[in-house]
Nanobody, 131 residues
């Protein structure tokens, strides 16, 4: 089973940027997309962005559209999430996830418990936006 590992989190000032990485231990033959989620302590996990490898389509939650960009480097089995114009908010753990069977990005991002359908997760990376 593929394993995922995130990196790139840190402390950034409001308006700043970070690039998160999600590296998979295997090529994409065994999974069809990657989704990014974030979770603030005490709150529900929420979907942030998703990329479908079969057609290259990308998806974002409304609050990050125009600020976050998801991309993929197939050669290195890495999916990136570029975070720009970050807002002051509570620290959040950003995690990437996938599944051993194809999954619909729209459902994963568009429903509050969509993340429950994914069974492969990284440990997450902490993002703190603070002045």
């Amino acid at each position: 089973q593929v394993q995922l590992e995130e990196s790139g989190g840190g402390v950034v000032q409001p308006g700043g940027s970070l690039r998160l990485s999600c590296v998979a231990s295997a090529s994409s033959h065994s999974y069809t997309g990657i989704a990014w989620f974030r979770q603030v302590a005490g709150k529900e996990r929420e979907g942030v962005s998703c990329i479908n490898f079969s057609d290259g389509k990308t998806y974002y939650r409304d609050s990050v559209k125009g600020r976050f960009t998801i991309s993929r480097d197939k050669a290195s089995n890495t999916v990136y999430l570029q975070l720009n114009s970050l807002h002051t908010e509570a620290p959040a753990v950003y995690s990437c996830a996938t599944d051993s069977v194809p999954f619909p990005c729209q459902v994963v991002l568009g429903t509050p418990t969509g993340y429950l359908g994914l069974d492969i997760w990284g440990k997450g990376t902490l993002v703190t936006v603070s002045s």
